[in-house]
Each structure stands twice: as C-alpha cells, then as structure tokens.
C-alpha cells in the first residue's frame, strides 16, 4: 500500500469509532477503559496502515486490532460486576450497606450519543439499543473473555462463524463451541425479553419526567406509584441492594430522599435506556454525583441503577442551574447512600 497522510487515515477510519468504541465497551464494561483501548486501536492501526494489503475489509481489520487489545487488556482485569453480580438482594430498608471491596472496578454505563448512531429506521435503533442494554453487558462479564468476544461478534454484529474464526486466528468449530458455552451461560442470567422496550416512546419520557419531579422534592409517594412490585436497587460501589417496592421506597425515604431540592436530575440516555444525570446540592450550587439507569418493564420501573460515580458525569454533562446559597445546602461530596 502506497504511504499514506495521517489526514488519509483519519478519512479512511473514523467512520468505524463510534462501532468500535461500542464494541470494546461491550468486551470491557467501561467507558474508560474502551476509550483507552479505541485509542490503542488507533494508534495501532496507524503504525501499520501502510502495510495493511486489503485481504479483507478495513472494518474487519480494525475490528481485528480493537478485539486483540481488549483481550490483551482482560488477561490482567477482574470482570466488571454490578452488585446483583455478587450476592442476594436486601428486602429490609433498615439494612446496614455493606463497604466496597478496595480495588473493586464496577461495571459502568455509557451514553447513547458516543456509541448509537442516529438512525431513521426503528427497528435499526431498537437493534442497537439492545446490544448494549445494561443487564447485557453485565451479563457479558461473566463470560470468559474469548467466549465474551465470539458472542458479541456472532450474536450482536451478525459476523459469520468464518469471519469471526479468521479474525481470532482459531477454526470455526472453535468459535461454534464458544459461541454455545457463551449462549448456555447468558441463558441463565435470565434476561428478560419484555424488557426491550422501545426507551424513546412518550409514554416512557412522560414516567422518567415523574421520577425526577419526586426524586427532586423528596417524594417518596410520588415515587412509589412509578415501581413495580418487584423493583430492584443497587447503587455501585455499594454491595448492598434492596428488591421489593416496600424495601426500594423505605431505603429511599430514610436515607436519600429526605430533603427538598437535595438532588437535581437531567434526563440522558445510556446503554440504550432512559437515565438522568444526578447533581448534589453543595455549599456552592450543585455538584456532579453520578448516573441512574432505569429499566423498564411496561409502564413501570422494574430496577434503578444509580452508579454514585462523578468521574462519569462528564461523559453525560448537562449542568442544572446553580442555586443561591440558603440554609438548605448540604456538604459537596456526601454520598448518594445518604
């Protein structure tokens, strides 16, 4: 291949960034470390673009690249668990919340915009949205991480048993058998397939607007007309999570929703599903907490996932207006757990 400008390179694979970053999120469980891993990729590709000799598609070579790397990079990764990873749920609000283990890494979300391209087509966007839904990618972490791979490239990206094998340099009965280990283990993670509701629909945009006006006054009732029966709540890096509407909404009120205008929320979208951004209130104005996902089965609230993170905010930021200080101010960097 003749030399190539780096504008030649940006031109020819930038089209492939927002697909491969998705990709690695799904092999890492981390918007941080598949950004990492994209840039690795990058660099990677450009170091030996010149030599690429076009024996298959610059998108599999690309994908070839960001798939080695992730798989370099989990030889020496814990998976990235959520709490309901770990243990049983909690149905007594009054339960002590258990400490984080030291050097627990969490499984964390990501926005929509970085990895979801706009698509007219809704049955394209659905698609997508599925592939990426956050008890997907959890239960993906509990793959090995070869399994991990020929999954999402069979199941998710629709590659063929023969591309895929090429690309891990191993024999399609390999990635055959692989791909029905990992399907076997994802089967009993249970994902619920009434869960893939369309997160775009008015109806559902209308509930997220009730759950930020309760959660914003402190609305415990308000809030509980939102849940299902059997709604869950975890709150990584807390171990502790609660199932039962009665366990959910006595936590809340005891320990987090106990004072008017303490959190604000704005809406976003990760892994496919509504979410908010969530801000504390502080001695100066609102400060960044972190990132709350819900899952929606129907018309109601089936489990909250609030990841007390402020290192995320930024990938989702969209500050709320800074309030006047008043008596009703509370310290910076509390913690979501009250």
């Not at 994908?63 to 080695?68: C, F, G």
């Not at 030291?102 to 706009?118: E, K, T």
């Not at 239960?139 to 199941?155: G, K, N, P, Y």
């Not at 063929?160 to 994802?186: F, K, M, Y």
Request: glycine share 4%; net charge negative; aromatic share 8%.
């Amino acid at each position: 291949m003749t030399s190539t400008t780096n504008e030649d390179f940006e031109k020819l694979t930038d089209p492939f960034r927002r697909e491969l970053l998705a990709h690695c999120y799904r092999m890492l469980g981390s918007i941080q470390d598949a950004e990492d891993l994209v840039q690795e990729t990058y660099v990677r590709a450009w170091r030996s673009f010149d030599h690429f000799e076009g024996r298959s598609s610059l998108r599999v070579w690309l994908y070839k690249i960001a798939t080695n790397a992730c798989l370099s990079a989990l030889e020496t990764r814990r998976r990235r668990p959520l709490p309901s990873d770990l243990g049983p749920a909690s149905h007594d609000p009054r339960q002590a919340l258990a400490s984080s283990e030291p050097g627990m890494a969490w499984l964390q979300p990501i926005p929509d915009a970085l990895i979801v391209a706009p698509s007219s087509d809704p049955g394209a966007l659905l698609d997508s949205h599925a592939g990426v839904r956050l008890a997907f990618i959890a239960a993906l972490q509990t793959l090995s991480a070869r399994q991990r791979a020929v999954l999402i490239l069979r199941d998710v990206l629709a590659w063929r048993a023969a591309e895929v094998a090429e690309l891990l340099d191993t024999t399609t009965h390999a990635v055959n058998s692989a791909l029905r280990r990992a399907r076997t283990q994802l089967e009993r993670s249970n994902l619920a397939e009434d869960e893939l509701v369309d997160p775009i629909e008015a109806e559902l945009r209308e509930i997220l607007d009730r759950y930020v006006d309760a959660f914003e006054r402190a609305d415990v009732s308000a809030l509980v007309d939102l849940l299902r029966a059997d709604v869950e709540l975890e709150m990584p890096p807390t171990p502790t999570w609660f199932t039962g509407r009665d366990a959910v909404a006595g936590f809340l009120g005891a320990e987090i929703l106990v004072t008017p205008g303490r959190w604000r929320m704005t809406p976003t979208r990760a892994n496919g599903q509504l979410a908010v951004v969530i801000y504390e209130r502080g001695l100066d104005g609102y400060v960044p907490h972190g990132v709350n996902v819900l899952t929606f089965i129907g018309e109601r609230i089936a489990r909250v996932t609030v990841f007390n993170d402020a290192d995320l905010v930024p990938y989702f930021e969209r500050r709320p207006q800074q309030p006047s200080r008043d008596a009703h101010a509370v310290p910076a960097r509390r913690s979501f757990m009250g």
